[in-house]
């Protein structure tokens, strides 16, 4: 790891994160559980997240089976994610770097690569939704929404750390008040009729898994970035603890705004989720749904801004892999501006139907590339090597984890392509998916690719690498020094 150099600021620039891909001394670590609650809340009650609750309600399950399948999918995809969070305080390293181990300083070029494209799809997304919303309540061109949501999310993840956490636990606040009237409204006034509740009714198995399957997935997607926003957390946080905390933002975020989609399906199936989401809300009094969409709409940009922040990580991570960089403030600035202003231009450019036409597919590709690496990274991190890594040996290009890791990228792949017969996404459907007539690919994948890592590492010599460590890493709190 280069030696960071220590230098003044002041005025603005002082309140701009200077860390990256750095470690974060103990000096620097503090934060709250409930913080790793609200940064998930808000970043999954959002906008997005309306269009897959409402997957179920268009396949022809009725409301109370949608949200039966919406709750196991979220409950499934959550516990994973979770799991990552504990590395953040265990390493003091941002999420994507500790890649290195299982992959190799190379080998992981690829699941960087995907990650940082995950990162910019939902800036892109994000941008297109938030403009066309906008747009839609205030009248304006949608272009200059685009342009002006984006640029405060870019914003925002300049500033780093510290302020996602203060905003998103704003935004969890308002979304939390405006949620519990929404849902409370409808109960009240009777406005969900009683039959769409009725599991006697409209069950179709396939249809079931699906909705499952997809709720899982978009739930995978957050994997890449949980550790990005609690490596600040102090090294001693208890691991069930912060796994709880973290699973109940994430749980209980996705599945209130998938809920919600799936209630503006069920009783408005001939409108879009937006109108559907304002014409239900007034059901509650007059202007509760445009309240409803805004606070939706500052999840999102939460949502964006976190991408713009962990694509620029994963970003520095990959360009340090090749050639090693100082990882400054500057050079976190640009990295964010890069990825903030090129999806900017890409919202401004894509289909206003994206959404509706390519979302679901698109969500499912990734999910499919994301289930093997998370199968990878948290079977090393619990099972493998059990938390042991050196820091210090995760800079050095010529360190214990080499610059190609066969058992990781073997495992990947494998379990890859042990997935593909289950697959079912755009014009592919997998052999073994058709006779069954649902996709389980994900439900495959991640356990299998848990066990192959573990055979494949069963001679691996972890006492070596322990030795190695505990020489590495004895002045680690001596380099990580601020960095300008």
């Given at each position: 790891m280069s030696t960071p150099t220590s230098r003044s600021t002041s005025g603005v620039l002082s309140r701009v994160e200077a860390r990256s891909i750095d470690y974060v001394p103990l000096a620097e670590r503090k934060g709250r559980l409930l913080d790793q609650a609200t940064i998930w809340f808000a970043g999954?009650?959002?906008?997005?997240?309306l269009a897959t609750g409402a997957i179920g309600i268009v396949?022809?399950?009725?409301?109370?089976?949608?949200?039966?399948?919406?709750?196991?999918?979220?409950?499934?995809?959550?516990?994973?994610v979770a799991a990552h969070a504990t590395q953040g305080p265990h390493l003091g390293l941002p999420q994507m770097i500790q890649s290195r181990p299982q992959?190799?300083?190379?080998?992981?070029?690829?699941?960087?690569a995907m990650a940082i494209v995950v990162y910019w799809g939902y800036i892109v997304l994000g941008g297109d939704l938030l403009g066309a919303t906008a747009a839609e309540l205030t009248g304006g061109p949608s272009q200059l929404w685009i342009i002006a949501v984006c640029a405060a999310a870019t914003l925002l993840a300049v500033f780093g750390y510290h302020w996602l956490h203060t905003a998103q636990r704003v935004i969890t606040v308002i979304l939390v008040a405006v949620i519990m009237v929404y849902v409370a409204g409808l109960l009240a006034t009777g406005s969900i009729p009683t039959?769409?509740?009725?599991?006697?009714?409209?069950?179709?198995?396939?249809?079931?898994?699906?909705?499952?399957?997809?709720?899982?997935?978009?739930?995978?997607?957050?994997?890449?970035?949980?550790?990005?926003?609690?490596?600040?957390?102090?090294?001693?946080?208890?691991?069930?603890?912060?796994?709880?905390?973290?699973?109940?933002?994430?749980?209980?975020?996705?599945?209130?705004f998938m809920g919600v989609g799936a209630v503006c399906a069920a009783l408005l199936p001939a409108e879009g989720i937006i109108t559907g989401l304002?014409?239900?809300?007034?059901?509650?009094?007059?202007?509760?749904?445009?309240?409803?969409?805004?606070?939706?709409?500052?999840?999102?940009?939460?949502?964006?801004?976190?991408?713009?922040?962990?694509?620029?990580?994963?970003?520095?991570?990959?360009?340090?892999?090749?050639?090693?960089?100082?990882?400054?403030?500057?050079?976190?600035?640009?990295?964010?501006?890069?990825?903030?202003?090129?999806?900017?231009?890409?919202?401004?450019?894509?289909?206003?139907?994206?959404?509706?036409?390519?979302?679901?597919?698109?969500?499912?590709?990734?999910?499919y590339l994301m289930g093997p690496w998370t199968s990878v990274n948290l079977t090393d991190f619990f099972l493998v090597r059990r938390g042991n890594y050196s820091v210090t040996e995760i800079f050095k290009k010529d360190g214990i984890y080499g610059l190609w890791n066969g058992r990781g990228i073997t495992a990947y792949l494998l379990t890859l392509l042990i997935m593909v017969p289950f697959m079912n996404v755009g014009s592919y459907e997998g052999p073994i998916a058709s006779s069954l007539g649902v996709d389980i690919a994900f439900f495959v994948g991640i356990p299998v690719g848990c066990v192959i890592y573990w055979l494949l590492c069963l001679n691996q010599n972890t006492a070596e690498e322990l030795r190695v460590i505990a020489e590495s890493d004895q002045e680690l709190e001596l380099i990580g020094t601020p960095v300008e």
């Open positions: 999954s009650a959002q906008l997005l997240s396949l022809g399950l009725n409301l109370g089976w949608t949200l039966i399948a919406l709750a196991i999918g979220t409950l499934l995809g959550t516990i994973p992959f190799g300083r190379y080998g992981a070029l690829f699941i960087w039959a769409l509740f009725d599991l006697s009714q409209s069950f179709d198995i396939g249809s079931f898994l699906v909705v499952v399957s997809a709720a899982t997935g978009y739930q995978l997607t957050w994997a890449f970035f949980v550790s990005d926003y609690s490596r600040y957390m102090p090294p001693e946080t208890s691991k069930p603890a912060i796994i709880a905390v973290t699973s109940g933002g994430l749980f209980f975020g996705l599945f209130t304002v014409v239900t809300g007034s059901y509650v009094f007059p202007g509760l749904g445009e309240l409803m969409l805004i606070s939706g709409g500052l999840g999102l940009l939460g949502l964006m801004a976190m991408c713009a922040y962990g694509g620029s990580l994963t970003l520095i991570t990959a360009l340090d892999s090749i050639r090693r960089v100082q990882p400054t403030r500057t050079l976190r600035v640009v990295t964010i501006l890069l990825i903030g202003v090129t999806g900017t231009i890409a919202a401004v450019l894509i289909p206003d139907d994206f959404i509706n036409t390519s979302f679901a597919t698109v969500l499912t590709v990734v999910a």
